[in-house]
């Protein structure tokens, strides 16, 4: 090969490798849009999300290996993520716990816990005092019933304190609200229990949302809420959760 062609080939090379595309990476996808609303009225601050019934809303137990709520986040694949019902200081769910079909702990008799959240196969949510029957694939003894048939109910509790709150809510057209109260200037304090039936008849007004009845769910250090710009992580372990898929 003569010198000149030898140039030749050189300069070809050349300027197809300025034209030829770069082979980098792709840049990273973009984090899924936020699906958590806020709302705020006098002090306080709601955060929630609505369960569309096309989506998948599975309830999970966090027992007995405890997981962060961002761990269990990522390990579910969850858009939404919020903290479900109460535990002992055993780490045994209180009443009943039913999880894609399978019963991880009885229904009981309990003053305090007196409702159960119920999402049928089709995703039609419940709150009712006993347990459906037969079992639907996902039920939740929590509580205390807050607001029944569009009526806020009256509690009576010795021991009360201002905290942050979750709470489940059902509009009358059948949908499914979960949520997190916290006062407007602090994610650790808000509503005291006496106080949130009230409370939540104010946020469904300021949210333009029908309420039907409304539930309690842990709430205090061991509650959590998050999705891919919120994180309101727990202080202490959440002992369940609802996964939105």
Request: aromatic residues 8%; charged residues 5%.
């Amino acid at each position: 090969m003569s010198k000149i062609t030898q140039t030749i080939f050189t300069f070809l090379a050349f300027l197809f490798s300025s034209i030829l595309p770069s082979s980098s990476p792709p840049p990273p996808s973009p984090p899924p849009p936020p699906l958590i609303h806020i709302t705020e009225f006098d002090t306080y601050r709601v955060y929630w999300f609505p369960v569309d019934p096309s989506s998948s809303l599975t309830l999970h137990s966090n027992f007995p290996q405890t997981q962060s709520s961002t761990d269990l986040m990522n390990q579910y694949h969850c858009t939404c993520l919020i903290n479900a019902g109460f535990y002992s200081k055993q780490h045994q769910h209180i009443g009943l716990f039913v999880s894609d079909h399978q019963l991880l702990s009885p229904f009981q008799t309990n003053s305090l816990f007196n409702g159960i959240l119920s999402l049928s196969s089709a995703n039609s949510p419940q709150i009712s005092t006993s347990p459906p029957e037969p079992l639907p694939p996902t039920a939740l003894q929590t509580g205390p019933i807050l607001v029944l048939n569009q009526t806020p109910q009256t509690l009576h509790l010795t021991n009360d304190q201002s905290t942050r709150r979750s709470f489940a809510l059902i509009t009358t057209n059948r949908h499914l609200i979960l949520a997190l109260i916290t006062s407007i200037d602090s994610t650790t304090t808000g509503p005291f229990l006496t106080q949130l039936p009230q409370i939540i008849s104010q946020f469904a007004h300021h949210a333009q949302l029908s309420l039907d009845s409304a539930i309690n769910l842990d709430g205090g250090t061991a509650s959590a809420i998050l999705d891919s710009t919120t994180h309101i992580h727990e202080l202490n372990p959440i002992g369940a959760f609802f996964c939105l898929h």
